[in-house]
């Protein structure tokens, strides 16, 4: 089982709708999470941390669930430009200092 | 601006040689990282510095060997390129391992 997991989609949805990505993690001893957006041919850029049992930003609200290992993004009213690789983030694990990345999940917002 | 930053942004190379890559913050964060992120776009971290001490040094081969010179800058060395290090390398830091990262534009590299 990978240690951070995510559907890849790609997740196709019209403007203005809410789409919501789950994301599990399999090792119950981390402590951090974040969500990052990262364009094609870009850097992963941070969209949110995660620090407690939630946390919203706007048209975004990341949600915790310590007790079934999974992590959500929510997304409300899309725009064209959300469109990007949403990618899970877990960490640090034990003494590893190591952030585990999920394979993102990618987003397609049509017009 | 406050940033992460690395050169070059794009190298090619023929098979064999050797190449550096360099990275700045100036964030004042305490932890830098290399990450590797291939064509399957899987962001695999390689290694960190916390402090100037490597703290992270995944299973890399020896060929890539990084230096910290100080706690602003972490540079990556790769001896004998070989095809299958052609990818994006990006460098990061964060205040401690455990807070959020920052990355870097990354450095596409592409080994003929």
């Known amino acids: 089982r990978k240690e951070v997991e995510q559907d890849p989609g790609p997740f196709n949805v019209p403007e203005g709708a809410t789409v919501a990505f789950n994301c599990t993690y399999s090792n119950s001893a981390s402590q951090s999470f974040f969500w990052y957006r990262q364009d094609c041919r870009k850097e992963p850029k941070l969209l949110m941390s995660v620090y407690s049992s939630g946390n919203e930003d706007g048209r975004f609200t990341a949600q915790l669930n310590r007790a079934s290992q999974y992590i959500s993004l929510l997304i409300r009213d899309s725009k064209l430009s959300d469109s990007a690789t949403y990618l899970c983030v877990a960490g640090p694990m034990d003494s590893s200092y190591k952030l585990i990345f999920g394979s993102g999940t990618r987003l397609l917002v049509r017009p | 601006d406050t940033a992460v930053s690395q050169t070059p942004k794009y190298l090619v190379t023929q098979m064999g040689n050797d190449k550096s890559i360099k990275c700045e913050q100036n964030l004042g964060h305490d932890t830098m990282y290399w990450y590797k992120q291939d064509s399957k776009k899987f962001l695999k971290i390689m290694f960190s510095?916390?402090?100037?001490?490597?703290?992270i040094n995944e299973t890399v081969p020896n060929r890539f060997s990084p230096k910290s010179p100080d706690k602003a800058h972490l540079n990556l060395h790769i001896n004998s390129l070989e095809l299958g290090d052609s990818a994006v390398y990006f460098c990061a830091s964060s205040q401690d391992p455990a807070r959020e990262q920052f990355f870097g534009p990354g450095t596409r590299l592409t080994v003929l």
């Open positions: 510095y916390n402090n100037k001490e490597l703290i």
